[in-house]
């Protein structure tokens, strides 16, 4: 079998014409879906007093295109009473101080979780616990017969 010179050309041209089209077609997005995020609220629940970097839970988040979040608390109740960690979204104590059942009894804080320049937001509520402490007997006078 005998191929000529002129449909060897033939053919490659072709070939390569149609893997162009199809890399181009490939790399056009223009189809895709925006980024969508969706996030659902965190509610803990926590003693007074207890340590800075104590783990209060994960502020749940996803996207439609499995696209890399990132977590910010933009408002809280307390300054720097917690934290969370903006690549995980896990949530800790970060002032011990403000954990205090006395003086308020739960912390909540607005947080922004974005991608690819879209943001959605969220909030936590850390609600504080009782716990009994020494001082509580402040006062209270013992009597004996």
């Known amino acids: ?13 072709s070939f390569c014409l149609g893997l162009i089209m199809f890399l181009f077609d490939s ?23 207890s340590p800075n ?25 307390i300054q720097n009473a917690i934290r969370i960690d903006s690549e995980t979204g896990q ?7 403000a954990i205090n059942f006395e003086a308020l009894k739960s912390i909540s804080a607005d947080v922004e979780v974005s991608a690819n320049n ?6 936590i509520s850390v609600n504080i616990t009782d716990v009994f402490e020494m001082t509580d007997l402040t006062g209270i006078v013992a009597y004996y017969p």
């Open 1 to 13: 079998m005998k191929v000529s010179i002129k449909f060897c050309l033939k053919f490659l041209s």
């Open 27 to 49: 790399c056009n997005d223009d189809e895709s879906e925006p980024t969508v995020i969706s996030v659902t609220d965190m509610v803990a629940s926590v003693a007074e007093n």
């Open 53 to 77: 970097g104590l783990f209060l839970g994960n502020l749940l988040a996803e996207t439609n295109d499995n696209s890399i979040l990132s977590f910010r608390i933009t408002e809280q109740t």
């Open 91 to 97: 949530v800790f104590i970060n002032d011990s101080s």
């Open 118 to 123: 879209v943001t959605n937001s969220g909030s």
